[in-house]
């Protein structure tokens, strides 16, 4: 069998790609010392060292471990390459409330959205799919709602100031940018993502409901903000958090096993397999706060609920950002998914837009799928014979064999489609789970008959 070995780096965009070709007989011209060579029965004699250059082609050869050959000179070749693997898709969806509270606050999104998030995102190497979904009213932040400018919404903004120039009178949305419009309340704002998920914005757009806007082999990022606390009712039920850590955590529970029911395409079967994180911008008290860092740092999952709310004055050079309340059940639900807090009355929120968008650009996992290799001069590849090992810190753990298709997936499957092996859902799970995974791709090879 020839071998084909590559690593997943899971929060780096491109992995190197390492091509172990096996010998097709003779010997390799200029073979450097110590390398892996083969007896005359085609037994390896040795684990190999480092190479030389092909006097024929220039070619830098490595020495390899050996491997079966026709004449006591043969060993195999490993040519390494770099290969850019396809980076997985980003929805980001923002939910601001629209409280008579909030035009402080929405003004700065506005201005951060732009500045220190899409820029940001637009800048990664290689570049990141992405796309921003607004779930919130749209209009003037002095009516509490929200304009999204050039360069990631539609609408001009001449004088760069974050602000759209004037007030159309629907959004104008662009390829990374899409705005549902609903207005959002105090309390309810989890409940209108459950609510209006499948169903048409105020305005009888996006017919149907934010949902569709999303992508399924997208990995999620839903940022909440708002001044105030859970309470409101979703299929019978309440969601209500008291502004209490308890009542918060069943609120984050709640709102996980609703979402992941709603669609569990878009958010994960289960638990353990969530395709999204939650981040929250509330009336939390600050964090870290010094005298060089007066408005504090980015709250990480790690720090416990708190009840106590952000000060007022915690930005004196900003008007506004008068707390509610603390937000408990958007905090648990951080928490839970992995995601930051940063409290409203801050009124900056270039810290913790900067950590989200390295946060969506890290997100950006690395497909499960590659495309087919070349094959040596002279052969092409027998397909029939391919098989998948992923292996884990130098252990073998899994062979995955090939199906027919999508549809036929089986835990430890593959299948092979206009020349891409993609690994089949629970199989991919499993890999880009493992920050030291392997994969070695085997097949034959066939001569070509001239």
């Known amino acids: 069998m020839r071998t084909f070995a590559f690593r997943t780096g899971l929060l780096g965009l491109t992995s190197a790609l390492w091509l172990a070709w096996g010998c097709n007989g003779g010997s390799i011209d200029g073979g450097g010392s110590g390398g892996g060579g083969a007896d005359s029965s085609g037994n390896a004699t040795n684990s190999g060292g480092a190479g030389a250059a092909d006097s024929g082609s220039g070619q830098v050869v490595t020495i390899g471990s050996g491997g079966a050959g026709q004449g006591g000179d043969d060993a195999c070749a490993a040519v390494s390459q770099e290969a850019d693997l396809v980076s997985r898709p980003v929805d980001i969806v923002f939910v601001i409330d629209n409280s008579g509270s909030m035009g402080d606050e929405i003004e700065e999104v506005e201005q951060q959205i732009n ?3 899409a820029t940001i995102i637009n800048g990664a190497n290689p570049p990141i799919d992405y796309r921003v979904i607004m779930v919130s009213g749209f209009g003037n932040s002095s009516s509490w709602r929200i304009c999204v400018s050039q360069p990631l919404g539609g609408i001009p903004d001449a004088n760069m100031d974050g602000r759209c120039d004037s007030i159309p009178s629907a959004p104008v949305e662009t390829p990374n940018f899409f705005h549902y419009n609903v207005s959002i309340g105090s309390h309810n704002a989890l409940c209108q993502l459950l609510d209006r998920y499948s169903v048409p914005d105020q305005a009888g757009n996006h017919m149907m409901g934010w949902g569709s806007l999303l992508r399924t082999e997208a990995f999620k990022f839903i940022t909440v903000i708002s001044d105030d606390g859970v309470s409101c009712n979703h299929g019978g039920g309440q969601l209500r958090d008291n502004n209490n850590v308890a009542d918060g955590q069943t609120v984050s529970t709640q709102f996980d096993n609703a979402l992941r029911a709603l669609d569990p395409a878009q958010f994960g079967v289960d638990e353990m397999n969530r395709q999204y994180t939650f981040w929250s911008i509330i009336s939390q008290r600050e964090f870290m706060t010094s005298g060089m860092d007066p408005l504090g740092e980015p709250v990480p999952p790690s720090e416990a609920i708190t009840t106590d709310r952000c000060s007022a004055n915690l930005n004196p050079n900003a008007s506004g950002g008068n707390p509610v309340d603390p937000g408990t059940g958007y905090q648990a639900l951080s928490i839970m998914t992995g995601g930051f807090r940063y409290p409203t009355c801050a009124l900056d929120y270039t810290d913790l837009f900067t950590l989200m ?94």
């Open 357 to 450: 968008a390295q946060g969506v650009i890290d997100g950006a996992q690395v497909a499960c799928e590659f495309e087919i290799p070349e094959p040596p001069e002279g052969e092409t590849l027998d397909l029939e014979t391919v098989e998948v090992i992923y292996s884990s810190m130098g252990n073998e753990q899994a062979t995955y064999t090939q199906v027919a298709s999508e549809a036929a997936c089986t835990p430890n499957g593959f299948y092979i489609a206009d020349g891409t092996i993609t690994l089949c859902p629970d199989a991919c799970s499993v890999v880009q789970a493992d920050e030291d995974a392997k994969l070695d791709l085997r097949f034959d090879c066939l001569d070509i008959v001239q």
């Open 115 to 117: 500045a220190n998030f």
